[in-house]
């Protein structure tokens, strides 16, 4: 019987697509949920298309008792009307694509509800994202922080990151260009946040995560 083969991941909010290959490629996918938060990673940003480039949105978050504070108890923050922003950001970048108006009723009640946590609003929203590529992956969350790892086992949550260049930090991942709305201004953008691909695809996002 051969081993399974596990795949550490950072909890992430719309998670950009290479770290959606990762479901498809590996038999288990842990959430590390015992991390340290950092700012400025996928766990509270992602990055989508919009009408002037490539647009970065970011949850603000209450900030942590402690510089060591688990990512299970980080708190999402009401500062600034975000989830208002966040909505109007997505629906002005995508209102234009093929499949905006089929999932946009499947997202907006994310930007209606309050999440008391982060890691809990990633989780549903990657629950989501999952059904609506028709995808059964087998995730759990982590239940300790580990160093090391058997030969099985393969460590992703630091190299998934918005400020490396997944070129280098994760070269078994090649990006499939397919269709944006914006293509014709900015060239195809990869590895944009999962959403994108979904409203420019639809039901064929499968295909493009498979053809990687």
Known sequence: MMEQRIVYLSSAYLAPISWFSKLLTYDKVIIEQYDHYIKQTYRNRCNIAGPGGVLPLSIPTVKP???????????????????HLHWNAIESAYNSTPFFEYYK?????????????????????????????????????????????DSNEYDYREIIHPKKDFREADPSFMPRPYYQVFESKHGFLPNLSIIDLLFNMGPESLLVLVKR
């Open 105 to 149: 009723d499947d997202f907006r009640p994310f930007y209606e509800k309050k999440y008391h946590y982060l890691l809990d609003f990633n989780e549903e929203l990657c629950r989501l994202i999952c059904e609506l590529i028709d995808i059964t992956p087998h995730i759990e969350r982590s239940i300790e922080y580990k160093t090391t790892f």
């Open 65 to 83: 008792v402690s510089l060591k504070c688990s990512m299970k108890d980080i708190e999402i923050s009401d500062h600034g009307n975000w989830r």
